[in-house]
């Protein structure tokens, strides 16, 4: 079966993968700063920290020898030594292909990102949909850790400060959100 890739979801399905993405974000952002301590580091998470003041870490976890998942506050970069990377926006889950598997230079502002562009040919189409569905699986394990260790409560209180914060809330159960994009997906 072909699998779609995000650049292919549409109207509602894009939606509501943009504000889980956002939202996703949000409680990551919270986790580092949780009173269990840095949760994306317990996770085990690689931070560099920024060399600007105000300007939040860059997380890295090896998820193998090969493969690698970085996250900024604009954004998530998955990399793949024998394939290359993506970049996904934090706001708009716009599917972006990079030749280069590192994300190097860190990129700490927006405009400093590396040269991206929509994945192109069949192979860099297929390459994109596999490392998406690699990002999409790391939020949905994540998720589980977080509630496996941390409760139910916990991510939903975070959820709570989200929506105070005047957003809207896609799925409360995040573990669940994720397993929805990645039937979208498949």
């Not at 943009?18 to 301590?37: A, N, W």
């Not at 939040?56 to 998942?69: E, G, P, Q, V």
């Amino acid at each position: 079966m072909k699998r779609r890739v995000a650049f292919e979801l549409r109207g509602r399905q894009l939606t509501y993968a943009k504000m889980l993405m956002h939202q996703q974000f949000h409680v990551m952002g919270r986790d580092v700063e949780s009173r269990h301590g840095n949760l994306l580091l317990s996770y085990g998470g690689v931070r560099q920290k920024s060399p600007y003041k105000h300007t939040a870490s860059l997380y890295t976890f090896h998820l193998s020898k090969r493969r690698r998942i970085a996250f900024r506050g604009f954004g998530v970069f998955l990399g793949d030594d024998a394939v290359g990377g993506i970049f996904v926006n934090r706001r708009e889950f716009e599917v972006r292909w990079m030749r280069s598997p590192l994300l190097l230079p860190v990129p700490w502002f927006p405009s400093q990102s590396p040269p991206y562009r929509e994945p192109r040919t069949g192979r860099e189409k297929q390459a994109a949909s596999e490392l998406l569905a690699g990002m999409v699986d790391w939020f949905y394990e994540y998720e589980e850790w977080i509630q496996l260790n941390h409760g139910r409560h916990f991510r939903i209180g975070q959820l709570v400060h989200f929506k105070k914060r005047g957003n809207d809330i896609c799925n409360w159960e995040m573990q669940e959100g994720w397993k929805i994009v990645a039937k979208w997906l498949s």
